[in-house]
């Protein structure tokens, strides 16, 4: 009896030992496999730790890229700001030039309707020459009326003095001459002859005397050349005079000034 219990509980004792063993053998599996997907769980949380990490940079730098859009929009704004102020400024510049070119052209044409000239457009692309021309035909003719005042102001038809009636006379035998050369009863003189012959200080004082001549001398005539020459080119022809020696009034005039001159010891 003894014998049987000792044997029956060595045999429980046996399975219950090789029970544990197989459970602790378990256990230990267990372990590993958990210790695995620790490992394994680690390496994701590595994984998306790398990953946030990534996706912080990129945002960083998605925050610096937008600022600096930002930056160059302000600036561009600024640069559309700027050119627009310019364009403002070179619209008040050109609006500038345009009334002072208008007024330039309008003095030149001042100058030149004295000078018998034709005008110029405020669009002209010589008008600062032309404006030059224009002042110095001006001086020129602020000198000429300074030194020969009896000239500038023969439209208010002073009273002839007898040098005046003198030069007249000059002229007017020269064109007879011219006449008499052609064969002809009309005789044409342009400004530089007349100018030489009345005794001008400027050629350009013949227009001024050709004009003076056609008011009053009988059978003269101012009239305006259809023929260009080299000084329509340059601005100074245009126009001549015609004496008509059968007018009737003229030789009787030539003859009465003539007969002046005679008597105040002239020619």
């Not at 060595?10 to 063993?21: G, P, T, V």
Request: aromatic fraction near 4%.
């Amino acid at each position: 009896m003894s014998d049987a219990t000792t044997s029956g509980a060595s045999s429980i004792e046996n399975i219950s030992i090789s029970d544990l063993a197989k459970h602790v053998k378990s256990l230990t599996d267990r372990v590993d496999d958990l210790e695995q997907e620790v490992v394994e769980k680690d390496e994701r949380i590595d994984e998306l730790e790398q990953r946030v990490d990534q996706l912080e940079d990129y945002r960083t730098e998605a925050a610096k890229e937008h600022a600096q859009d930002r930056q160059q929009l302000s600036s561009l704004q600024d640069t559309t700001e700027t050119i627009q102020a310019d364009v403002d400024d070179l619209t008040d510049v050109e609006e500038k030039n345009a009334r002072v070119r208008a007024s330039v052209s309008r003095l030149i044409n001042l100058v030149r309707d004295y000078e018998t000239e034709e005008s110029v457009d405020d669009d002209s692309s010589n008008l600062v020459a032309e404006a030059s021309n224009a002042g110095k035909q001006l001086f020129e003719t602020v000198q000429r009326s300074e030194q020969n005042t009896e000239l500038v102001n023969f439209r208010e038809k002073r009273a002839e003095s007898q040098q005046v009636e003198d030069k007249y006379l000059d002229v007017l035998e020269h064109a007879k001459k011219v006449a008499e050369a052609n064969d002809v009863m009309v005789a044409r003189l342009g400004y530089r002859e007349v100018a030489t012959h009345y005794g001008c200080a400027y050629k350009n004082d013949g227009y001024r005397v050709m004009e003076e001549m056609a008011e009053r001398v009988p059978g003269v005539t101012y009239k305006e050349s259809r023929t260009l020459s080299v000084d329509d080119a340059i601005g100074v022809g245009g126009h001549h005079i015609e004496i008509t020696f059968a007018h009737p009034d003229l030789a009787g005039w030539m003859r009465a000034h003539e007969a002046n001159a005679g008597g105040n010891g002239g020619r």
